[in-house]
């Protein structure tokens, strides 16, 4: 699931969501969102820069 996924890779890196919203330019309530299921279609834009801000592909992070 890419809720659990999302804050795996989050939590690995040790970032928090207010570091990582940073990094992707979205708010820390939008990553909340995305992590806890509530949000579950991130356009491709949002979807691009998680992936570089974690250091994976998009194609690993929605696997």
């Known amino acids: 699931m890419f809720a659990r996924?999302?804050?795996r890779?989050?939590?690995a890196r040790r970032l928090t969501q207010v570091?990582?919203?940073a990094?992707?330019?979205v708010?820390?309530?939008y990553i909340a969102?995305?992590?806890s299921g509530l949000q579950q279609d991130p356009?491709?834009?949002?979807l691009r820069r998680l992936a570089k801000a974690l250091k994976v592909?998009?194609?690993e992070l929605v696997r």
Do not use: D
Request: glycine share 4%; net charge positive; proline share 0%.
């Open 5 to 7: 996924r999302l804050k």
């Open 9 to 11: 890779l989050r939590t």
């Open 19 to 21: 570091a990582l919203a």
């Open 23 to 25: 990094r992707v330019q």
């Open 27 to 29: 708010t820390q309530g």
């Open 33 to 35: 969102q995305l992590e």
């Open 43 to 46: 356009s491709l834009s949002v």
């Open 57 to 59: 592909s998009v194609a």
